[in-house]
């Protein structure tokens, strides 16, 4: 081989030659870090002005209608807590549903997303759609199936489904694109067919992993199912923004205190899960 | 057996490769290889690492086509046609070299995939009662029965290993591939390792194709060694005949210093 330097054989001057070169190297470094840092500072300063959290007269009356609402809202007046068993019912299911569709949906999406299963003209598309449905906000998914099917959970459940299959079908294909090809190559070797290689190769290596996904999915659409409701969608959004409008802000504040114990629960349960996923083995 | 055996020809074939050709990439790793696997003995493959040793297994359990050359099974036919190639892979097993376990399933159900083409892939039965009693007995055959319901992901790499031996003996092969299957087990049990395979083959008749790079374990076990050197056969013997001209033949110097498989070549 030649161009290979031994210690020794090197002179000083080309050994400081070349710890002048990676001195130099790591000045340059810096100094685009600091220019990229600058430029950085001055696009926030520009968006912050820009959306007037920078103008001060706009704050002088936040802090006493804050204050003010607040005390309307006290004590939280839980008296009609009767009624709230169907909307925090209705809530929760369209959160279920609305996962469970969105995931049965993602999972053959995401397969042809994959780019080491589907051919590129396949997989583009499948992943314009994806983003497409990632990038439409829940709540205008909402105010478009509110107009098709008519009020209550359902839309709601499709607005879920439609925003959650971007998401879950980007993390199937990642989840896809990650299997270590090794176990499979060893089932067919043995003359395993493509469908025993998906059985028994593909699908305990993804299924944790899509568990855990869809698991994290769901909590966030607990949240989101409240959201919907605003428009229409049903469940305890439509409860909370109804007692907004009659001014019932102690009721309001109920509400809100029983949905943030209901997203709490749920999130305990599903890191619970997780964890079980990630650390225990996984029998059949 | 023991005995020494008479040229290839003499046996009875298994698997006939003649002038086989694989790519890798724009690289040419098997340029026209031909090589006899006899039946009822084991047949140890050496050579230079990079040398195709790997692909030459591929080769053999169908998994890598070649682009020239025939590769043919004894009173089957050619590999190249689908119905041959699915009885071949019936009665194959291979121990892959890194293993190729599923790290988030246990021991046990590691080595049921090895009868995997047993269970119809859309059963939603678990695994039959008999098929997990024959996992586990393979399992204590690698004295691996103690790490049954452990992941794979926590077995060192010798009981990974056993796992991947396992799961290739559970399937009872009529042909036994061994890509590397003893690197990272201990010297004591390779020995009682190579000893079952040895039994295996006396017993049940079967074939046996090991890649090694222990000189030492490969003199021993092998009724015959084939050496590999630039994508072809440059020795083919009883191990007796594998002396240090042979090696050197097999081995170009530069290697001798990393695998020094001249200084344990005095019998």
Redesign the interface.
């Known amino acids: 081989m030649t161009g290979v330097i031994t210690p020794h054989a090197a002179p000083a001057t080309a050994t400081r030659v070349a710890v002048e070169g990676v001195l130099a190297a790591s000045r340059h470094r810096h100094r685009r870090r600091l220019v990229q840092t600058t430029f950085g500072l001055i696009a926030v300063l520009f968006a912050c002005g820009y959306a007037g959290v920078l103008d001060p007269a706009r704050y002088a009356d936040a802090i006493p209608t804050i204050l003010q609402l607040l005390t309307d809202a006290m004590p939280p007046d839980f008296s009609r807590w009767r009624d709230w068993g169907r909307p925090l019912l209705e809530t929760l299911s369209m959160s279920v549903a609305g996962t469970a569709l969105g995931l049965a949906l993602a999972l053959p999406l995401g397969a042809l997303a994959a780019r080491n299963i589907a051919p590129n003209w396949i997989g583009s598309p499948v992943r314009l759609l994806l983003n497409t449905c990632r990038s439409i906000p829940t709540l205008v998914w909402g105010i478009l199936y509110v107009a098709a099917v008519g009020f209550g959970p359902l839309p709601g459940v499709l607005a879920l489904a439609s925003h959650s299959i971007g998401m879950l079908g980007k993390f199937c294909a990642e989840i896809l694109e990650h299997v270590?090809p090794?176990?499979g190559?060893?089932?067919?070797?043995?003359?395993?067919?493509r469908?025993?290689v998906?059985?028994?190769?593909v699908w305990?290596?993804i299924l944790?992993r899509l568990m855990d996904v869809a698991v994290y999915r769901w909590e966030h659409n607990l949240r989101a199912a409240t959201t919907v409701g605003v428009v229409g969608a049903g469940g305890l959004g439509l409860e909370i923004i109804t007692a907004f409008h009659l001014f019932e802000y102690r009721e309001a504040l109920a509400l809100i205190l029983v949905l943030l114990g209901l997203v709490s629960l749920i999130n305990l349960a599903g890191a619970f899960v997780r964890g079980r996923l990630i650390n225990a083995?996984?029998?059949? | 057996m023991g005995v020494v055996q008479g040229p290839a020809q003499q046996t009875r074939p298994s698997l006939l490769l003649r002038d086989i050709q694989v790519h890798r990439g724009r690289q040419t790793v098997l340029k026209g290889l031909s090589l006899t696997i006899a039946t009822g003995a084991i047949t140890v493959i050496v050579g230079p690492s990079g040398v195709g040793k790997s692909t030459l297994m591929g080769v053999l359990?169908?998994?890598i086509r070649p682009v020239a050359g025939e590769v043919s099974v004894a009173g089957l036919g050619p590999l190249s046609d689908p119905g041959v190639?699915?009885e071949h892979?019936?009665r194959?097993?291979?121990v892959?070299q890194?293993?190729?376990?599923?790290?988030?399933?246990?021991a046990l159900?590691n080595v049921l995939?090895?009868m995997?083409?047993r269970r119809h892939?859309?059963s939603p039965l678990?695994?039959p009662a008999d098929l997990q009693r024959r996992a586990a007995q393979a399992l204590l055959e690698v004295g691996l029965l103690h790490r049954v319901?452990?992941?794979a992901d926590t077995l060192s790499g010798g009981e990974r290993q056993r796992v991947g031996i396992a799961?290739a003996l559970v399937?009872n092969p009529s042909l036994l591939l061994g890509d590397e299957p003893f690197s990272a087990v201990d010297p004591a049990l390779t020995r009682r390792l190579g000893d079952e395979f040895k039994s295996l083959v006396s017993g049940a008749g079967i074939t046996v194709v090991l890649v090694l790079h222990q000189i030492d374990i490969a003199r021993r076990l092998a009724d015959r060694i084939v050496g590999l050197a630039d994508g072809r056969v440059a020795f083919d013997g009883p191990p007796e005949t594998f002396d240090t001209a042979a090696q050197s033949r097999v081995f170009p110097r530069h290697e001798l210093q990393h695998d020094s498989p001249a200084s344990q070549s005095t019998s």
């Open positions: 270590d090794a176990p190559d060893a089932l067919r070797s043995q003359g395993v067919s469908l025993g998906l059985r028994f190769s305990p290596q944790p083995g996984m029998r059949e | 359990n169908g998994l190639l699915r892979r019936r194959t097993a291979t892959f890194e293993h190729a376990l599923i790290d988030r399933l246990t159900d995939l090895g995997a083409d892939p859309l678990p695994w319901n452990a992941r799961r399937r």
